[in-house]
């Protein structure tokens, strides 16, 4: 896959303002974020790994969590949906996350993301988590919320 300039990857801790509107603002923010990436014509990527932490903080984290029947629609909507790029990594991908874990010293999960992401050739994540990500090579990071 070769990234195109409007393409950004979503990390969970924007996506879960996508559903979580106890926070008017963010949910706004997001809502409007992903809507103006798909009509510039880019891609909204996410990983299966952040639509398993997606599930999870959607059913156990957020202020009203989400019965788990809702939560598993939502992400097998995610799964099904032309409009999303959903990538996966591989053994090699998770080899490097490792060395590059173990040599930044950043959350394996992180780099697993980030690792995923240069894999498929795409170098901007939509996050909040800036001081993680920020620590990573190659990633450029992009808070909504700021």
């Known amino acids: 896959m070769t990234g195109m300039q409007d393409d950004k ?11 979580d509107k106890a926070d008017q603002k963010k949910h706004a923010i997001t809502t409007n974020l992903i809507d103006d990436i798909l009509n510039k014509g880019g891609r909204v990527i996410v990983s299966n790994q952040v639509l398993l932490e997606l599930y999870n903080v959607l ?7 989400l019965a788990a029947e809702e939560a598993k629609s939502i992400i097998l909507d995610f799964f ?10 591989s053994t090699s991908t998770t080899k490097r996350a490792i060395t590059v874990a173990a040599d930044i010293k950043v959350a394996i999960w992180d780099v697993l993301i980030a690792e995923t992401m240069r894999e498929n050739e795409i170098y901007v994540i939509v996050t909040e988590n800036e ?16």
Request: no cysteine; hydrophobic share 40%.
């Open 9 to 19: 990857f979503i990390d969970t801790s924007v996506l879960v303002y996508a559903f």
């Open 59 to 65: 059913t156990r984290f957020i202020s009203k969590p």
């Open 80 to 89: 099904d949906s032309q409009d999303w790029i959903k990538l996966d990594y």
């Open 131 to 146: 001081k993680d990500f920020r620590r990573i090579p190659g990633i450029t990071v992009e808070n909504p919320f700021k």
